[in-house]
Nanobody, 123 residues
């Protein structure tokens, strides 16, 4: 499974970005998807996850209320809408796929990972 994360970039504090996670040639609609991030010098951490249907979502405390994970199974894409970005959100963001439909926050629960997309929040 080749997951492709996209949508990163340089953005000013307080602005928004939307990341996308796609898997060309592979259907994601039966699987939970998670977003994780890794800042320089830090361990990779959980950001958000969504069930196969989109009915269950989880967020880390650091992004709750600012980020929204969603999915469009017709487009085979999972999104991470990031609002009110701050410099602490600067990281490489990765999407990952579980082998089941239920979301989890543990990285160990995910089987396939995308290549990551850089998000830099700076004035």
């Amino acid at each position: 499974v080749q997951l492709q994360a996209s949508g990163g970039g340089l953005v000013q504090p307080g602005r928004s970005l939307r990341l996308s996670c796609a898997a060309p040639g592979f259907s994601l609609d039966a699987y939970a998807i998670g977003w994780f991030r890794q800042a320089p010098g830090k361990e990779r951490e959980f950001v958000a996850a969504i069930s196969y249907s989109g009915g269950i979502t989880y967020y880390s405390n650091s992004v709750k209320g600012r980020f929204t994970i969603s999915r469009d199974n017709a487009k085979n894409t999972v999104y991470l809408q990031m609002n009110s970005l701050n410099p602490e959100d600067t990281a490489v963001y990765y999407c990952a796929q579980r082998g089941t439909g239920q979301p989890m926050s543990s990285m160990l629960s995910y089987d396939y990972w995308g290549q990551g997309t850089q998000v830099t929040v700076s004035s």
